[in-house]
C-alpha cells in the first residue's frame, strides 16, 4: 500500500450537479469514474477532491500526500484561489505529477504552468474525434492501437497556445476538418504534466477503455521520481578561485 | 526607419542611483550602455524605460511601438504591478521578444513566462566566467568565437529551474567549479524570449563587445516575424460532419 | 548579387521523363518550377540539379557554392551514390540548408541526417490536404493563413519515424481520416533543415502560391548564418590543471 | 526471470589485451565491470558481445534477446560491419535501449543514429570532471547527488556535434576550463538512446557508484516500453472520401 502512487482526481463538479444533460451521463461526478477506473489498479490508490469543498479539497495535507493530481474544470476556473494555485505549483515544481484533462486546458493552474493563455478553437457538434499517436514507444499509450476513436467529442483544434511540448506523443483528427496536439508532456521543475484533451462533460468519454487507458498509463509516467536533491541560493566555490584585477 | 526594430530598453535603474559601487561603473545607468549599443545599429531603434515611471514607463503605447523588450531587474522585482505584468505577457504572446538579462531571471514576467521558480545558485566572488557556444549554426551567436570570458562577474550555476530550453545556444564554466545554462531561447505565443547570464551591477559587463554583439544578435532574433494571423474560440466546421447515433 | 542566397534545387527528374500523365503537369520538370519561383525573388538565386548528370549534378563546386538544397526524389533513391551523400551530409553539418520536398523523406540524404526509417503511411486516391500552422510565429509561415489547402494531393500519414522535429510548424489533416506533422525543422551541426509534406508528382502542387510561399520562406529560414567557428580535436587547457593523485 | 531486463553489454575490448595500462584497470575487460554492475540487480541480466566474436557477439538470436545494449568501443570502430550496424538500428528504431559510453561518440551505431559527426574537444591529462545535474526530476538521476565527481578523466568538451539533446540530463565542468552535455537522452523510433561521457579506458571509472548508478538508471529508462504497433505502408481510407475535380 505505502508504495501505491496516489493520485488525488480533482473535479469542478458543478455541470454536474446544474446541468441535467450532464448529471446523465456522470450521475456520479467525473471525478468519482475516474477514480474508480484508478482504484481498480494494483500499484494505484485515488482519493477526491471538488471546488465546493474548503480550500477545494486541496489542503496542505493532501497535497503533501499526492503523487499525482488529475485535473477537469470548465465554468468555474476562476472560482479556484490564487492560494490553490500556488500551492499546486509548488507541489508541481517539488515532483508531484499533473493530469491536464480537456476542458482544464484554461484552468488556472496549466495556464500558470505553460506561461501562455492555452487558448484553442472549439466547436461542440457531437462529431467523433480519432487520435492518432505520434510516438508509439511512449509509455502513455503503452497497450493502445495506432489509433483510436471517440465516438462524439467536442472539437478542440489548432492553433492550441501552449509552449511546444517536449514531447507530443497524439494528434486528433476531427471530422469538421481540424487537427489537436491531444496528448502533450511537459517536464517543470521536478514535475511531470501531460495535457490530454478528451473528456466534454455531456458525453461518457471517460467511461470509455482507451481514456482510461492513457489516464493510467499518464499516472505512472508523470508520478514522481526520486531524482536528485535540488539546492538554491549563495553556495561557496567547490575550487579555489583566483581573481585577476 | 519605419523598418527599424523598435527596442524598449527596461531597467529597475534602483542600484545605480543608491549604491556607490554600482554609480561607478554605471553613472548613466544600464539601460542606457545599453541603449547606446542598440543605437549604434543601423537596422534598430531604441528607447529607455525605468521602474519609477508612471506605468514603468511601459504604457499601452509604449508596448504597441515596442518590436523587442530587454529587460534588467534586481532588487525590486516585486515592485512591478501585476497589470504591467499582464500586458508584457499578452505582448509577448502576439509576438514582441523578450530578452532578459542577469537577475531578470527572477522578474515577474520571466517567472510569468516560464512557469517555474527560475531559482539558481549564485555567488559574488568577482570571479570570471567563460561561455561556450555549444550551437554555433545559431544566429545569437554571429560573428562570435567558439568561446568568450567576462572578466568579472556574479557566479550562477545550476540547478537553474527553468523549462528546458527550446534552443540552448551558450552553457557557463566558472571557476569556483560551477556551470549555467547561459544562453537559453525558447518561443511562448507567438513571441521569442532569451535569457542571457551575464551583467551583475557591480562590473561593466553591458560594455564588453561579445555581450554587446550577444545582445544585437539577440534582438534581430526576437524582432516579430510576419507568421500567421492566429483565430481562436467557436468556429463552424470546414467539412460536412455525420454525427453518428 | 553576391550577397543572394544561392540555391541549388535537385530533382530525381524520371517520372516527368517517363510518365505521361507527370509529363502532362511538369513538362518541364519539378525543379524548374521551384527554381523559377525561387528567381522570382530578389535575394535569391537558383540552379538545378538532377539525377543523371555527372554527379548528379552535385559536384564539389555546385556545393561550395549552394547556401541552400531542396531535394525531390521518389523513384530512384538508391541511385544517388553514398559518395554524393557523405558530402551532402558534411556541407549540412558546415551550415549548408536542405530543404526535404513530399517522397525526399526516403532519400539517402534525409534518412542519413534523421537516422531513422522515415517510413509513414500513403494512399493516393487524389484526395485534399488542409495544412494547420501550429507554430503561427515562425517565420516559414510569414504571410500564410491560420490553415490552406492543396486541393489534391497524395496522403502521407502517422506514424512518421522521424526524430521528434526541433519545431512543428505544420500539421495536415486528410479526408481519409489522416494526419500527418507536414512541416518538421530540425538543426544538424551548423545546417538547418525543413521537411515539407506536399509534393505528389501527378498534381500540380509546386505551382501553388502556398506552396511556393512556404518553400520560399523555408529557403529563408535556412540560409546559413555566420555563427561561430567550430573546434574539434586534441586541445590544451584554458586553466592551469591541479591533477590529485 | 522473464521480466528481467535483458543487458548485452558490448565492449570493442582491444585496450585491455594490448595496453598493460589498461589491463591494469580492467584485467577482466570494461564489459565484464559493467555486467557485473548490472548482474548485481535483482531486475536486470547480462550478457557480453565483444568485437572478435562472430558477428562482434551481435547476432540476430542476440540482438532478438536484447532489450538494452551498451556500447564502449574505441579504437576500432571502422571494424564494425556495417551489416552488424544496419542490424542494430533497425533494433534501436523496433524499441531496443542504447547506453552509448564515453569514446562510444565516434561509433558507427552512434554517428549513425545521430546523423551528425559527433566530433568533439578532448584532452588527456588525467584531469577530474564534475557532472551536474540539469534535470533533477529524471529517473537516470536516481538517488545521485546535485553533483558527483569523477577523480581522474579524459577532458570532453563542447561544441559536441550532436543534434540538441531530447532531453539534457547532466552537464559536465573540467578544471582546464571547458564544459560538456555528458548525459544526453534521445529516441529514435521506438528507441531510447542514451549517451554518457565518463569512461576513458585508463581509469577505473566504471568501477565507481555514482557512475554504474547512471547506467543502472539508464538501463531501466532504456528499456522498452509496450507502446503501440506501428503500420506502415499504403492503406484504405478510414473515412469515405469525395474527390473534387
Known sequence: MADRIRVTVWNEFRHEKTHPRVTAVYPEGIHNVIASAIEGQPDMVARTATL????????????????????????????VTDDVVDKVQQRIIDGMGLIVLHSGHFSKIFRRMMGTTCNLKWREAGEKSRLWVVEPGHPIV????????????????ERFDIPAPDTLV??????????????????????????????HETYPTYRQPEIQQVILNAVRWAAPKQGTEVVFGNVKPLERIEVQE
Not at 465546493?52 to 485535473?71: F, I, K, R, S, Y
Not at 503503452?142 to 483544434?157: I, K, R, S
Not at 496536439?181 to 521536478?190: A, E, F, I, P, T
Open 170 to 199: 497524439l494528434v486528433s483528427w476531427f471530422p469538421g476538418g481540424e487537427v489537436f496536439r491531444s496528448g502533450c508532456c511537459y517536464v517543470r521543475g521536478k514535475g511531470r504534466i501531460f495535457y490530454f484533451q478528451p473528456g
Open 52 to 79: 465546493d469543498e474548503p480550500e477545494h479539497g486541496l489542503t496542505d495535507e493532501v497535497l503533501a500526500q499526492t503523487d499525482v493530481l488529475t485535473w477537469w474544470g470548465h465554468m468555474a476556473h476562476h472560482q
Open 142 to 157: 503503452d497497450g493502445l492501437p495506432a489509433y483510436f476513436e471517440v465516438p462524439h467529442e467536442e472539437m478542440y483544434g
